[in-house]
């Protein structure tokens, strides 16, 4: 016998996308369309159930109306679904899953208790560890016990594992070895937004995070799948599979002279599905005042064929090169200006930097 089951997390459905502008209405809205992408994907993959390991929604304080948008389209899922509360949406006695509006149907369970949950038909055993609290330094695996009942062996947690970077005490710290030490068939987590680790670089690995099936912002290094599970007895398979409508891509660029226009042109020329990317473009290096003007107007006219630009120039210096002074008459007030600022000793270089990029504006209005 064999099971097929979806694991999923952090929908973060309410999230307020902020520093979005105006593509934050849309980008709200795709996360509650995401849940309904992945209810299809699971009938048309033929799984048994789906896993929610957490933080389905942004908060306990969503409107009304949100939980009740989302439990809507729950009902309509032909899968099972099972969900565990999150550290946005922990399970504490103000938890939205304890709400009136919250009204999914029979066919989904949220294993609010932590013990085991049998699913009979399928010879299962789900081990769900809630968050009762937004914080906590205790493993979320601390209460899970393997018990010898059923044929398949599953828990489902969110947390933060300890071999990653950045752990704070009270994320909910789990190690490599209270995970290797579950003995399950596998380890569905939530918490972190990025698929990890990659099951096609670790196919062996005792626990993966899907990550958010719709990216929440930059700098999320592979977000925006669902991770398909395919557990037979003595094997596992896992795929990857991605679901989500909108992208957030970092570009990087490094700037000195008319080529870096040029470049950054044919990149953005070459990216596919604009009306759905958003960019971040990071600009860095050494630019006479010309060039980035060029820069900012070549990215002004590129700008309206996708979701979102936005323009990060904190580690690009600008130095007036001939060109920038021939613009003015020699001696006058621009020119002087510009000269005074470039030979100033002592100052921060990003200051004289920012000084001179706003005499230039000034200037050339």
Known sequence: MSIRFVHTADLQIGMTATGSGTMASALRAARIQSLARILSLARERNADFIIIAGDLFEGNDVSRELVRRTASVLQSSSVPVYIIAGNHDHAGPESVYRSNEFNPGSHVEVLLEHSPYVLESLDLTLYPSSCLESRSEHSPLSCIRKEGATGFHVAVAHGSWTGGPRLQANDYP???????????????????????????????????????????????????????????????????????????LDLDVKVNDETSVGYLARTLE????????????RLRGVASLSVQEAIYEMIETEESRFALVRIDDSAMLVSPGETDFAQFAPGGIASVTFRLLEQCDGIDPRLRSRALDLAYRFFKA
Do not use: C
């Not at 399950?184 to 005792?206: I, K, N, R």
């Open 174 to 248: 789990l190690s490599t070895e209270e995970l290797e030490g579950l003995g399950m068939d596998y380890v569905a987590l939530g918490h972190w937004h990025s698929t990890f680790p990659d099951p096609d670089d670790e196919p062996t690995s005792v626990f993966y995070y899907s990550g958010t099936p719709e990216p929440t912002g930059f700098g999320e290094r592979d977000s925006g799948n669902v991770l398909l599970v395919e557990l037979d007895q003595g094997s596992r398979k896992v795929e990857k599979i991605p679901v989500a409508r909108y992208k957030f």
């Open 270 to 281: 070459a990216l596919e599905s604009p009306d759905t990317t958003l960019v971040r473009i």
